[in-house]
């Protein structure tokens, strides 16, 4: 998809991203990253997302063609996608809008308070992103790099020594 523009792009972003969101592959957002320093391609991910989040909150479908309604956690990495566009984009105001409706959606994933931690860290409110990472860290204890990352803020908003 790198070397395409315009229409073409859209048609390949829509052909790579739609199956992985109905899959609930919250990893599809870092392979879109590198689009990030291209204007257009931004644009036409944002396009593309918002089509999908308009389509979904009329109909439970992604596009207007399709027949069958998804499942509830289509509407999850949506958002959490959506929340991960506009941090890429350094639009902390969008990325903590629908990140908090993912919260509100399924407040018991840990992947959304750990990005809404790294969105208040961009916004430079590192005890408020030591925080999440520490929520996030209750909600799954035994996950050790989550343990790390969450004391790793901590240390840096000053909260242990």
């Not at 739609?18 to 392979?31: R, T």
């Amino acid at each position: 998809m790198k070397w395409l523009e315009g229409d073409e792009f859209s048609l390949h972003l829509n052909k790579f991203i739609k199956p992985l969101l109905i899959k609930g592959a919250p990893s599809v957002i870092q392979d879109l990253k590198e689009f990030y320093s291209d204007e257009q391609k931004t644009a036409a991910i944002e396009k593309l997302l918002l089509n999908y989040l308009e389509q979904m909150n009329a109909s439970s479908t992604l596009e207007k063609d399709d027949k069958d309604e998804q499942d509830p956690t289509v509407m999850l990495w949506l958002l959490y996608f959506i929340a991960h566009h506009y941090l890429f984009k350094k639009d902390v105001a969008n990325s903590l809008k629908y990140v908090n409706q993912a919260i509100e959606h399924t407040p018991t994933l840990i992947d959304l308070y750990t990005l809404k931690g790294k969105i208040m860290q961009v916004a430079g409110n590192r005890s408020e992103a030591a925080r999440l990472f520490e929520e996030a860290r209750v909600l799954d204890q035994a996950d050790r790099a989550l343990n790390a990352i969450a004391a790793c803020y901590q240390v840096k908003a000053g909260q242990i020594q």
